[in-house]
């Protein structure tokens, strides 16, 4: 059973920085593609990130320059660096796990990022 655990949520103010985490318990983490979406109120889910096994990165335009995924599969682990952040950016992240070829497609419970003054 997959299971992936999302961390490092808050509130932060206007060009803050936060860094979320999300831990997976996943067999061979490496071969896994990671993602982070985000859900805002009364908005549907998009993808903010994604990293492929070999390393390879997507980001929506939104957030380009400004956030950057990586991975450490040593530690199953999957992150999402959040620079200059704006309210806009508020919303609840959700890490994401799918395996290319199959219809795997793992979520995390969510974890709320609150970007305010």
């Known amino acids: 059973q997959v299971q992936l655990v999302e961390s490092g949520g808050g509130l932060v103010q206007p060009g803050g920085s936060l860094r979320l985490a999300c831990a997976a318990r996943?067999?061979?983490?490496?071969?896994?593609?990671m993602g982070w979406y985000r859900q805002a109120p009364g908005k549907q889910r998009e993808l903010v990130a994604a990293i492929t096994s070999s390393g390879s990165t997507d980001y929506a335009d939104s957030v380009k320059g400004r956030f950057t995924i990586s991975r450490d599969n040593a530690k199953n682990t999957v992150y999402l660096q959040m620079n200059s952040l704006k309210p806009e950016d508020t919303a609840v992240y959700y890490c994401?796990?799918?395996?290319?070829?199959?219809?795997?497609?793992?979520w995390g419970q969510g974890t709320q990022v609150t970007v305010s003054s």
């Open positions: 996943l067999s061979i983490f490496s071969i896994y593609t």
């Open positions: 994401n796990a799918r395996l290319v070829g199959t219809s795997f497609d793992g």
